[in-house]
């Protein structure tokens, strides 16, 4: 397979790794502590109820921001051809694309939005861009 093709489809596996790590934690977590009003299919009631929201309700969130990212890194590294720690990149560009999006549509307190937009995307995709360059095919 072609070098270039192979990248891409790297980084498409990752996304979509990734997106599933997150999106299960979310699950998991609406499960874990539930929120009184918060309807994930009713983007305004969901703002509305964060309101309400105390810490605990903020674990799961940055596991699955953190987390996603992490996964989606390391197997773009690990199926990438070269440029592994750049496809790794990729994802956290794509996850932080998506935290700034989250924390812009669902407004949340100030040091929640800080410590997920410096802490859960870049970092956690230059951690899984080592481990990912690093294991074996």
């Keep these: 397979m072609h070098p270039i093709l192979r990248n891409i489809l790297a980084v498409?596996?990752?996304l979509i790794a990734g997106n599933i790590v997150n999106m299960g934690?979310?699950?998991l977590g609406s499960i874990?502590?539930?929120l009184e009003?918060?309807?994930p299919n009713n983007m305004e009631a969901f703002a509305a109820a964060m309101v309400n929201a105390k810490v605990e309700h903020y674990i799961f969130?940055?596991?699955a921001h953190a987390l996603g990212t992490l996964i989606g890194a390391i197997l773009a590294a690990k199926l990438g051809v070269k440029y592994k720690i750049t496809l790794a990149f990729v994802i956290g560009f794509f996850f932080l694309?998506?935290?700034i999006m989250v924390n812009y549509l669902i407004p949340g307190p100030t040091?929640?939005?800080?410590?997920d937009l410096a802490v859960a995307y870049l970092p956690m995709a230059w951690i899984g861009?080592?481990?990912g360059s690093r294991l074996k095919k």
């Design 32 to 34: 874990a502590f539930p």
């Design 25 to 27: 934690l979310i699950e």
């Design 12 to 14: 498409l596996a990752g």
């Design 111 to 115: 040091w929640f939005a800080a410590l």
């Design 37 to 39: 009003g918060a309807d």
């Design 61 to 63: 969130p940055f596991l």
């Design 129 to 131: 861009g080592k481990i």
């Design 97 to 99: 694309a998506g935290g």
